[in-house]
Every structure is written in structure tokens, then in C-alpha cells.
């Protein structure tokens, strides 16, 4: 008995078994693309008849029973049948349902091999430009946060050990630097998505005089792809797209990791909104900075999308194989979860509640200027070397007697074995003021830092 039920049942005797078909079934995951799916041949039976492949009133034909097809899928009413291995099958097989013969000429010209890079990519541009935008918001509140936080100055970190202040807006331009990168990921992912697999067939073109350049410009890409077996056996864009996930995700995993120290009671440098914790079934005084730690391990997840495709590619001959299938379980995994992450965090840096004087308290009382002081000293005259010495030997006085730097008199520099000398300013102010060079944490250098930042934003 011949399956009559599936695409390719013309060549087999029976159908499929169960335990395959279920394996071999992509559809739960697939049908997400039905609209691009649709949009794909609606562009292929256009040019099917424009080029005489198919006749007009083929086309037409085509065309309104795939509006009605998408009416069905759009309020719900689609009905899938088993053997609906994929949304491109069920798409062809209702369609055909509906308008009979001229659904059964749809594929003429086609494979479901460029079919469905072809509508993967179409997915892919619009997913990637919706996220280039999300993108702008959580910078667009990092920014917000930095101009609000100029003049906040908090602890820098080396090892997590206290090393020099610096001032909160220059810390927060860090990640701002990293999301600018981020973008430019993205933007190539979009770049490399921009050439139309359509007409790829199932790998070395078709046998029809087809217009490329015309389903091309229909669906939006810049123009046909160049070769064949690369177009249909490729998967590259959507391991640039989880290359950027994954890296923005790293972004976003270390921003969290700050908040949740930097919102923990020994710290106390920001409160993070409600709207951003969660609390404890058991004990009732908890507030805890979910959203922040949640961020911090999403990005072990989209490493995992990313390494599962290059696991999926390495090693495969060209051209499709049906290892492709597996792609988009990754992909559409790493999407979604990005879609979560970047308006939660979003949200919670642009409600958050920076403790401008837990933050200053923090720099003050120990050795944050340590290397202030030994500049001065340089300044005087004495080799890096030994300033650097002198002031490591006037910290260990210092922590003996229990008091900062700033408050060393003649006993620790005594002990130090230094002369009297007179002490700079060894305030956290003085020494954010003094890193004034392209890059550094002064006010001028952070305020132009910021501008440039904004600017840059404007541009995305
Ligand atoms: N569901 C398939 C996929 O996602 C579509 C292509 C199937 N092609 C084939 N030759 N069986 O890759």
C-alpha cells in the first residue's frame, strides 16, 4: 500500500514506522515558521507564473487558498493530520485540500531542502532586528542609570578585592562597551542572512527557468545566494546568531552576577526594585534579586544552543543532510530565551536603586589610593619601584595600627621606615579625578564617554 499521505510516498510500498515517524516529525518544533512559510510561496507561485512555469490561473489559485490557509493557522482553525511531518507538508497538504491540482504545482521549481533555510532565515532577520532594538532599550537604561550615577563612586575590583574606586557610571559603561559589540554581532548575523536560498532546489539548483532575483526581492533579501549546495547545506547564520546569544548572554550573566553582590546586605551598593525579586515561601523578611541571578545562568543555556550546533555541523558532508532538522530546536531555544532575559534585565537596571553613600563608604577607610599615593611619590622624584615599596610597606604599618592610608601619621610611616612626608589627598574623589586619561574614570573623560555613548545609540 502506497503512502500516498506524504510528500514523497510515490517511491515506498508502505508507510513509515511509528517509532520513525515520531523522530522524524519536525513539526511541533517547525511550526512556528508557518507565516514565513506561507510568505515563501506566495513568493514561489508569483514567480512561477510570472515565468510561465505555472499558468496564471494556477497562481491565483495558489495564492487565495494560502490566504485561506493562513486564516486557518492565524485563528487556530487548522486542522494537522499525522502525516504532517512538517509545517511545510501541512501547509502543501491543506492547500492542496482546498484548491485541489493547481496546490499539487506549488513545489514545481522547489525543495524542501531551500525551503526551509529559506523561511528559517526569514525568521531569523525579523527575530534578529527585533532584538537589535530590545538591545537599544537595556542600553538606553544602563545609560540612564550612568548619567544619574556621574558623581557615585564605587570600589573597582581586581580578584574581588577592593583595588581603586572608580567612579558607578564608568563601571556601568562597561557593559554598555560589551552590548555595543554585541550589536555588531547581530548586525552581521543579519548581513550574512540577507541572500535568498530560494531556487537552491534540493541542492544543485532547478530545472525550470526560474527568476531569483525576483523571489528575492519579494521576500526582502538583498539577492539570490550564490551557490547551491552551500545555500541548502549551510547553517552558518544561525550559529553567528547563537555565537551573539551566547555572548550576550555572557554580558548579561556578569551583569547579574553584579547585582546580586552588589544587592546583598554585606554589600548594599543598589536595592533592586520588587518588581524584580521574588520572595521566600518560608521566610518572610526575603527579597531576593531573581531576575539579576537568572540572567547569570541563562547564559550556560545559550552556550549549550551554540555548542549544539556546531556539534550538529561538525563533520557533515554537503549538502543537506537531515542532521538539518536539529537546528532549529537550538536556535529557536536560544531566541526565545533571549526574548526573556534582555526586558527583564531591561526593567530591573532601569528601576534599580543605587545607595550612592553605601557605595563612597565602601572606598573610604582603606587602601583604594594606595597607588595614588605611590604616583605622588613618583612625582617627587622616586623610582616606581621603590614608591611602590614604600607604600606596601606603609599599608602593612597601617593594618597593623587599624587605620587607612588617608589617616597614616609619623607612627605607621615610622614603622613604614619612611620620612615624614606630607600625605596627598587620598580621598576616593581625588583619586577618580586623577585617572584622567581617554578611557579612564575622571568626571571630563565618563561624561565624554557617556556622550559618545548616546550618540552611538542614536545610530541603532
Ligand atoms: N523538516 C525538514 C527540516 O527541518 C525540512 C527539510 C526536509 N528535507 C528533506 N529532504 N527531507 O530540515
Same mark, same amino acid.
Given at each position: 500500500?502506497?503512502?500516498g499521505?506524504? %510528500?514523497?510516498?510515490?517511491r ?9 515517524d515520531?523522530?522524524?516529525?519536525? %513539526? ?5 515558521? #508557518? ?12 514567480? &512561477?507564473?510570472? $515565468? ?8 491565483e489559485?495558489?495564492a ?13 482553525? +487548522?486542522?494537522?493530520?499525522p ?14 485540500? &482546498? ?9 514545481t ?32 537604561a ?7 550615577n ?9 580578584? /574581588? ?12 559603561l ?29 541542492? !544543485? ?18 539577492g539570490?545566494? =550564490?551557490?547551491?549546495?552551500?545555500? =541548502?547545506?549551510?547553517?552558518? $547564520?544561525?550559529? *553567528? ?5 551566547? $555572548? @550576550?548572554? =555572557?554580558? /548579561? ?5 553584579? +547585582?546580586?553582590? #552588589? ?19 518560608? @521566610?518572610? $523578611? ?7 541571578? /537568572? ?6 543555556? @545559550? ?5 549544539? %550546533? ?15 532538522q ?8 536560544? =531566541? ?25 563608604? !565602601?572606598?573610604?577607610? *582603606? ?5 595614588? /599615593?605611590?604616583?605622588?611619590l ?5 623610582? +616606581? ?8 610597606? @606603609? ?20 614603622? !613604614?621606615? %619612611? ?9 576616593a ?9 581617554f ?14 555613548a ?7
Amino acid at each position: 500500500m502506497s503512502d500516498g499521505a506524504r %510528500l514523497w510516498g510515490g517511491r515506498f510500498d508502505a508507510g513509515p514506522a511509528e517509532a520513525f515517524d515520531r523522530l522524524n516529525a519536525s %513539526l511541533p518544533v517547525d511550526r512556528r515558521l #508557518w507565516r514565513h512559510d506561507i510568505q515563501g510561496s506566495r513568493a514561489h507561485a508569483r514567480m &512561477l507564473a510570472a $515565468q510561465g512555469i505555472i499558468s496564471a490561473e494556477d497562481g491565483e489559485a495558489i495564492a487565495s487558498g494560502l490566504d485561506r490557509v493562513a486564516a486557518e493557522l492565524e485563528r487556530g482553525a +487548522f486542522e494537522f493530520a499525522p502525516a504532517d511531518e512538517d509545517i511545510h507538508t501541512a501547509v502543501e497538504r491543506r492547500l492542496t485540500e &482546498l484548491v485541489g491540482d493547481p496546490g499539487r504545482r506549488l513545489h514545481t521549481a522547489r525543495s524542501r531542502n531551500d525551503q526551509v533555510i529559506t523561511d528559517t532565515l526569514l525568521y531569523l532577520r525579523e527575530a534578529a532586528d527585533a532584538q537589535r532594538a530590545r538591545l537599544a532599550g537595556l542600553v538606553g537604561a544602563l545609560l540612564d542609570q550612568a548619567e544619574a550615577n556621574l558623581d557615585t563612586i564605587i570600589p573597582g575590583y581586581t580578584h /574581588l578585592q577592593r583595588a581603586q574606586p572608580v567612579r558607578l557610571a564608568h563601571h556601568l559603561l562597561a557593559y554598555v562597551r560589551m552590548l555595543e559589540r554585541d550589536r555588531v554581532r547581530i548586525e552581521a548575523v543579519r548581513a550574512a542572512s540577507d541572500q535568498s536560498p530560494l531556487g537552491s532546489g534540493a541542492l !544543485a539548483g532547478v530545472g525550470f527557468p526560474i527568476d531569483r532575483e525576483m523571489t528575492a526581492a519579494e521576500l526582502g533579501f538583498e539577492g539570490p545566494s =550564490v551557490n547551491s549546495m552551500e545555500a =541548502v547545506g549551510g547553517r552558518d $547564520q544561525l550559529a *553567528g546568531y547563537l555565537h551573539f546569544a551566547t $555572548q @550576550l548572554g =555572557v554580558h /548579561l550573566s556578569r551583569l547579574g552576577a553584579e +547585582f546580586v553582590w #552588589w544587592a546583598s546586605e554585606e554589600v548594599g551598593f543598589v536595592e533592586v526594585d520588587e518588581a524584580f525579586s521574588s520572595g521566600s515561601s518560608m @521566610l518572610p $523578611q526575603k527579597k531576593n534579586p531573581d531576575a539579576a541571578e /537568572l540572567a547569570r545562568a541563562k547564559a550556560a543555556r @545559550l552556550a549549550a544552543d551554540y555548542a549544539g %550546533l556546531v556539534g550538529v555541523m561538525s563533520g557533515l558532508p554537503l549538502a543537506y543532510n537531515k542532521d538539518l532538522q536539529e537546528d532549529k530546536a537550538f536556535l529557536f531555544d536560544a =531566541v526565545d530565551t533571549v526574548d526573556l532575559l534582555v526586558p527583564a534585565m531591561t526593567g530591573m537596571v532601569a528601576t534599580a536603586r543605587f545607595r550612592p553613600e553605601a557605595c563612597r563608604a !565602601a572606598c573610604e577607610g *582603606g587602601f583604594l589610593a594606595a597607588i595614588d /599615593l605611590a604616583d605622588h611619590l613618583v612625582r617627587e622624584g622616586w623610582p +616606581f619601584r621603590r614608591a611602590h615599596e614604600a607604600v606596601g610597606s @606603609l599599608v602593612r604599618a597601617c593594618e597593623a595600627t587599624g587605620v587607612g592610608l588617608a589617616e597614616a601619621g609619623p607612627d605607621e610611616l615610622a614603622a !613604614a621606615g %619612611l620620612p615624614d612626608l606630607e600625605l596627598p589627598p587620598l580621598d576616593a574623589q581625588a583619586s577618580v579625578e586623577a585617572k584622567d586619561v581617554f578611557g579612564g574614570t575622571a568626571r571630563a573623560r565618563v561624561e565624554l564617554a557617556l556622550m559618545a555613548a548616546r550618540a552611538q545609540l542614536r545610530e541603532w
